[in-house]
């Protein structure tokens, strides 16, 4: 063999090692990338809780589940209509379509009520030589405790209203029994006393316990005045 054929057949030798080395380094690094590629890589947002925004399974824009008011609430819609008794002496404003009953009192003066459901204005006009005060009204408070059923005492407190001054009585008592299913609930109850020219309306506002009325009986109160 002359020296030059031996040159050129090291040289294959070496071309075809580096070939076969290099196919081995390219067949190694495949399987691992590939693993790699299986996993995608995690979002921080799949590791929230179900039901908080941004988790998986929460579609953006999704409208929250609507709470139904506790039975007792008077629509934000309610319209309100002025009542003026013929001899009362007094106008105030009553939610239109409530039902009315009126009844005569022992002591020559007025009871009106107006109602639905378990939802109640009454009005009681009557003759007074003074106007009430906290501490009579505080005495008013102890007289009903003795004639309510379920009752829990609340506060006697003098409120300002478009009115005048007026006595403020709460407290808390079972209804009367539904004449239909015989059922009663517990109530909040307000009494507002007005006093003008030897005579006091009180307003008696009643609801179901935990019912969200305030905005509509400060519209029965601040609407109340006397008319002569």
Do not use: H
């Not at 008077?74 to 002496?89: K, N, S, W």
């Not at 405790?145 to 808390?172: C, D, H, M, N, W």
């Amino acid at each position: 063999m002359t020296v030059r054929n031996r040159i050129f057949r090291t040289g294959m030798a070496l071309l075809i090692g580096v070939g076969v080395l290099t196919a081995c380094s390219s067949g190694a690094a495949a399987p691992a990338t590939a693993s790699a590629s299986s996993k995608p890589p995690q979002s921080p947002a799949s590791s929230l809780a179900p039901g908080i925004p941004g988790s998986a399974g929460v579609t953006p824009g999704a409208a929250p589940a609507t709470e139904s008011n506790p039975v007792g609430d008077i629509p934000d819609t309610q319209a309100f209509v002025e009542y003026t008794p013929a001899q009362g002496g007094y106008t105030v404003k009553v939610p239109e379509g409530w039902a009315r009953t009126d009844t005569p009192t022992q002591n020559g003066g007025a009871s009106t009520l107006f109602s639905d459901k378990y939802n109640s204005i009454r009005i009681d006009t009557t003759a007074a030589a003074a106007a009430p005060t906290v501490q009579s009204g505080e005495s008013e408070l102890t007289s009903i405790s003795s004639a309510a059923t379920g009752f829990t005492p609340g506060k006697v407190t003098l409120e300002q209203r478009k009115a005048g001054p007026a006595v403020l009585i709460t407290y808390q008592a079972d209804s009367a029994a539904n004449a239909v299913t015989g059922k009663v609930v517990a109530q909040d109850i307000q009494r507002y006393e007005f006093f003008s020219s030897g005579k006091t309306v009180a307003l008696t506002l009643s609801a179901p316990l935990g019912s969200d009325n305030v905005d509509p009986w400060r519209t029965v109160t601040d609407s109340f005045r006397f008319s002569r």
